[in-house]
């Protein structure tokens, strides 16, 4: 399974946008799908995830500015990130986990794309 994400680039501060990570290889649905983050200095750390189910759950520093949906039949999670502040700066990583009967439990993760803020 290959994660694939796009969507990052340069945005202002107060901007927004919009990140997508297809996960293409399976013929399985993915049972959780999320985006980590990666800031200058600081842990990767998770900001939101999403089960197959729809069930999502934020980080506090993305609680109303960032929404996670996603597409199960394409297995294809979105992160829509609204009011982006410099302290959103980052590589942010499309993570995909879960177990199933093949492959028993999985977590794949891509390469990141970079967010840049600028103030």
């Known amino acids: 399974v290959q994660l694939q994400a796009s969507g990052g680039g340069l945005v202002q501060a107060g901007g927004s946008l919009r990140l997508a990570c297809a996960a293409s290889?399976?013929?399985?649905?993915?049972?959780?799908m999320a985006w980590h983050r990666q800031i200058p200095g600081k842990q990767r750390e998770l900001v939101a995830d999403?089960?197959?189910?729809?069930?999502?759950n934020y980080a506090d520093s993305a609680k109303g500015r960032f929404t996670i949906s996603r597409d199960n039949d394409k297995n294809t999670v979105y992160l829509q990130m609204n009011s982006l502040n410099a302290e959103d700066t980052g590589i942010y990583y499309c993570?995909?986990?879960?177990?199933?009967?093949?492959?028993?439990?999985?977590?794949?993760w891509g390469k990141g794309t970079q967010v840049t803020v600028s103030s």
């Open positions: 999403i089960t197959s189910d729809g069930t999502t």
């Open positions: 290889g399976s013929i399985f649905r993915i049972d959780a």
């Open positions: 993570n995909a986990y879960g177990s199933n009967r093949v492959w028993g439990v999985y977590d794949f």
